[in-house]
């Protein structure tokens, strides 16, 4: 499979306000190609049925293309064994997991290194543990550059660090963490990493071995996948030593009113009939990432951002927010005199999809001295064609509010 365009994905062919499509919010959520569409369907045309406890026909083929679907999302991110991938309905869920489940051998007075950089979901999952247990909550500032300042990360950590909880790629900026030396600082006193790939997972090449991470989570929708599925990994070691988190069907060995046994994982953590037809989908859209040209894929996608970059750091009254020497996928900018959601409204009667607003991270925009933002993020799909648009657009908005 070459490089992905637009034919792949069948919303992009249609008009939008009489113009092209140009979609350039995959960071909020990625169009789907025919391919997923194709595989979802023919799970829901052909043999649907509930995973894991049918012994009929319907029941073994969609239990095998449902735990195939594990076995491809274990291989994608490099994990030892598919019991260390922990299906859930997203990644906000896979971190409310991790608080709720490994959080129970945290005390008061533990605490949580987190960053600016953060979504609300790697936020306020631990601020509810605060609340419940009385962990502190530690914060490692960005730099002027708007890269994490490891430096102050380093000056945080000591024997009370029991987690670091950090994003691989800020879905506001763009911004890309160094993971892998921010898990091996943290093992180095003891505590454990979890990384919210939500972003990087699309845009990098993630190998969990080689970060070094205890939990790495990351949502299908993103992925060119169906939303409702997500991922939790999580060192099948680490896993096997945390509690359930939800009871109910499936996640049990043996029910009593007296006693009840759980599963090993990843099925301990896996309560209630699953998102079988999405988490199918999530497994052909890896299928389909594989099938294309990485490399490509990645050179492509800087090509974009540099390109934009360009043109609207030429135009007069736009100011960029995303400027971190290691950066991805994504650019936040802001136009003088014109509130972003102005700006969105405008460009949605031109065809061009960006998102407005503080992108589910409030502390960051605070950090930033603004309330909002305007968001242009970037995928296989895109082209220069888009780009001009963009820079076209913002031109015509400032036209417009002059």
Same mark, same amino acid.
């Given at each position: ?44 045309t052909?043999?649907y ?23 491809k999302?274990?291989?994608f ?15 906000t ?36 543990l ?16 708007r ?8 000056k ?16 506001a ?21 979890l ?52 009871g ?9 009113f ?11 953590f896996?309560?209630?009939?699953? *998102?079988?037809?999405? @988490?199918i989908? /999530?497994?052909? #859209? &890896? +299928? ?8 490509? !894929? ?13 043109r609207?750091?030429?135009?007069p ?6 400027? *971190?020497?290691?950066? @991805?996928?994504? /650019?936040?900018? #802001? &136009? +003088?005199?014109?509130h972003?959601?102005d700006?969105a409204? !405008? ?6 999809a ?25 995928a ?20 417009l509010?002059?």
């Amino acid at each position: 499979m070459a490089l992905a365009m637009k034919q792949d994905f069948p919303a992009l062919a249609q008009m939008v306000n009489g113009h092209a499509v140009a979609y350039l919010d995959s960071a909020a959520s990625a169009q789907k190609p025919q391919y997923v569409i194709d595989a979802m369907n023919r799970v829901m045309t052909e043999h649907y049925s509930n995973v894991h406890r049918g012994v009929y026909t319907f029941g073994a083929k969609t239990t095998v293309a449902f735990e195939s679907a594990r076995k491809k999302i274990a291989q994608f991110l490099n994990a030892a064994t598919e019991k260390e991938i922990v299906f859930t309905r997203n990644a906000t869920e896979a971190i409310n997991l991790v608080a709720a489940s490994f959080g129970q051998s945290l005390k008061a007075g533990d605490e949580i290194i987190l960053t600016e950089l953060e979504h609300h979901a790697n936020i306020v999952p631990w601020y509810f543990l605060k609340e419940q247990t009385g962990v502190v909550l530690k914060v490692v500032p960005i730099r002027a550059d708007r890269s994490l300042d490891m430096a102050a990360f380093k000056k945080l950590l000591g024997p009370k660090t029991k987690l670091v909880a950090v994003t691989q790629m800020s879905n506001a900026l763009g911004t890309v963490v160094p993971v892998a030396e921010i898990a091996a600082k943290a093992h180095a006193v003891g505590a454990k990493v979890l990384v919210d790939g939500s972003q990087a997972v699309v845009h990098l090449d993630v190998d969990v071995q080689k970060i070094g991470c205890d939990f790495y989570v990351f949502t299908g929708h993103k992925l060119y996948g169906p939303s409702g599925i997500g991922v939790l990994y999580g060192r099948y070691e680490v896993l096997n030593g945390m509690p359930p988190y939800q009871g109910g069907g499936e996640m049990i060995e043996q029910v009593s009113f007296d006693k009840i046994t759980f599963k090993e994982p990843p099925y301990r953590f896996e309560a209630g009939t699953p *998102a079988i037809v999405e @988490a199918i989908g /999530l497994g052909a #859209a &890896i +299928d389909y990432m594989n099938g294309l040209d990485k490399k490509a !894929v990645h050179a492509h996608e800087r090509a974009l951002l540099q390109e934009a970059e360009k043109r609207l750091a030429a135009i007069p009254g736009v100011t960029i927010f995303s400027t *971190a020497p290691e950066r @991805a996928a994504i /650019l936040s900018f #802001a &136009i +003088d005199k014109v509130h972003p959601h102005d700006v969105a409204t !405008v460009f949605d009667q031109l065809g061009i999809a960006v998102r407005a607003g503080h992108h589910c991270a409030q502390p960051l925009m605070k950090v930033l001295g603004v309330a909002a933002t305007i968001r242009a993020s970037f995928a296989v799909y895109n082209t220069l064609a888009d780009v001009e648009r963009l820079a076209e657009g913002v031109h015509k908005v400032k036209k417009l509010f002059s």
